[in-house]
Nanobody, 115 residues
Framework: QVQLVQSGGGLVQPGGSLRLSCATV????????TAWYRQSPGKQRELVAT???????EYIDSVKGRFTMSTSDAENTVYLQMNSLKPEDTAVYYC?????????WGQGTQVTVSS
């Protein structure tokens, strides 16, 4: 059984930074693809960024140049560094790991960008 344990998040002022972590237990994170999604109240869950095999990253246009995904093999963890945060980035962020038929989700973490 694979578990994804999220940490990070919180309240930050516009223009600030936060880092989210997604630690994987039970599988080598680099084997699969890790994605970050977010969901705001009243909106559908939105794909934000992905990293495949710990190397190839993709981002939605609204976060390009501000968000960066990276992988730590030693910690078996994927990070989402979020800079220049905007109020519209406010949401619950979820990490998702998938490989073949396997698909697992983290518990979610709140990110609030407000002055």
């Amino acid at each position: 059984q694979v578990q994804l344990v999220q940490s990070g998040g919180g309240l930050v002022q516009p223009g600030g930074s936060l880092r989210l972590s997604c630690a994987t237990v039970g599988a080598r994170i680099r084997v699969g693809t890790t994605a970050w999604y977010r969901q705001s109240p009243g909106k559908q869950r939105e794909l934000v960024a992905t990293i495949s095999r710990g190397a190839t990253t993709e981002y939605i246009d609204s976060v390009k140049g501000r968000f960066t995904m990276s992988t730590s093999d030693a910690e078996n963890t994927v990070y989402l560094q979020m800079n220049s945060l905007k109020p519209e980035d406010t949401a619950v962020y979820y990490c998702n790991w998938y490989f073949g038929e396997y698909n697992f989700w983290g518990q979610g973490t709140q990110v609030t960008v407000s002055s």
